[in-house]
């Protein structure tokens, strides 16, 4: 039997993100459940709500509660953190969850010696994402205090038990939806490939750390050998006049696509033939497990967390090193696209992920940490 509780969480903004993707998502979910759940926004400049909630959950801006001030008011900061321990106080939570660095420390400095129950949450691998002095000192030293500390993938887990011992640290990555809702913008599949073309399909925001430069110079070296297929990148980003002038000088103008968002994944990934990450780094890489649980055979850059905890190697999909090589990402495209019979096989098993990591397993696991946080504080 289900106790419903009352779930204070704590999420930067809730603007378009990856992480304010998944805070959606987890509120939402616990809302439809019957617990009470208030989702506290603590940027300073408020900003507004990209996703969609449940009208079952209480959306608060953390900046409603303040006055107005300077982002780097020391005296706005700490009536800003007053505010927050007044919340948790008037909330009366049984269990609080924070995501991200910056708003770990603010909860658990306005949550100390109050009584209840924190769970704090890294949603990249830290030694990847350095976070100012200020801030390494403040985790270092605020850190023990959580009631717990969550992480998306093994490497994530063995770096909390290396800096954090002390604390209960554990492995909750994200869930997956299975199929995906749609949302704007609708981009149509005809506009950009011609049916009876075969899709390599890759989707993210155009930036340096997602490698697509390597992607379409893998794709080049192919091009030729595989000339009924296309590469299309859904995304959009700072790189765009970059990478379109690479495209331009490789005389690939015709087979390489970048059409911009697309709210209608579900679809393209329904049309991929073969998915391809060329991240250099991820933390844990929603549109790769997505990809995965719509049937894609898929091909990723072994990148230091994320891909290697989804991919099974061989069997889902090809883990290719060392990461940002454009031969070895050509050579593993060139296998899966050569053969499709292979190809098909890992389509097939590429779908476990939709077990894997379903709602109702990763939810469990959620329940299950807040059953012993909360027993540990009573």
């Known amino acids: 039997m289900i106790m419903f509780k009352k779930i204070l969480f704590f999420v ?26 208030t989702l506290v926004v603590t940027y300073s400049k408020r900003g507004d709500c990209f996703y969609q909630l449940s009208n079952k959950t209480n959306l608060i801006y953390l900046a409603d509660l303040t006055d107005k001030g300077q982002k780097n008011n020391p005296f706005h900061q700490i009536k800003r953190l007053l505010a927050l321990r007044h919340l948790i106080k ?93 949302s704007e913008p609708k981009l149509a599949l005809n506009n950009s490939i011609a049916d009876d073309r075969k899709l390599l399909l890759s989707a993210g925001r155009l930036v340096e ?85 719509h049937g894609c055979a898929v091909v990723s850059y072994d990148c230091k967390t994320g891909p290697r905890d989804i991919i099974r190697d061989g069997v889902n999909g090809l883990l290719v090193n060392p990461v940002g090589d454009i031969p070895a990402l050509a050579s593993a495209l060139d296998q899966l696209m050569a053969n499709d019979m292979l190809r098909e096989q890992m389509e097939e098993d590429a779908k476990e992920v939709r077990e894997r990591y379903s709602f109702n397993n990763i939810m469990s696991m959620w329940d299950s940490l807040f059953n012993q946080v909360t027993k540990k504080t009573r």
């Open 12 to 37: 930067s903004s809730m603007n378009k993100g990856g992480a304010e993707r998944v805070a959606a998502n987890l509120t939402n979910a616990w809302a439809e459940q019957g617990h009470k759940v």
């Open 209 to 293: 750390v997602k490698g697509f430069d390597r992607c379409i110079g893998a794709f080049a070296t192919l091009a030729e050998k595989h000339s009924d297929w296309d590469l299309i990148i859904l995304g959009e980003g700072p790189l765009r006049k970059v990478l379109e002038s690479q495209i331009r000088d490789l005389g690939l103008t015709d087979r390489v696509y970048l059409p911009g968002n697309a709210g209608n994944m579900s679809e393209w990934y329904a049309r991929a033939n073969l998915y391809v990450m060329s991240s250099m780094t991820e933390g844990f890489p929603n549109a790769l497990v997505e990809s995965m649980a």
């Open 90 to 182: 008037t909330t009366q939570p049984d269990v609080m969850i924070s995501f991200l660095t910056n708003v770990n420390v603010a909860a658990l400095i306005a949550s100390v010696w109050s009584g209840y129950s924190l769970i704090i949450c890294e949603r990249n691998y830290p030694p990847l994402q350095p976070v100012s002095r200020v801030y390494e000192y403040l985790r270092k030293l605020t850190y023990p205090l959580a009631h717990s500390l969550v992480m998306q993938t093994g490497i994530g887990l063995q770096w909390a038990n290396s800096n954090f011992p002390k604390i209960k640290s554990i492995v909750i990555p994200n869930p997956v939806s299975y199929p995906l809702r749609d």
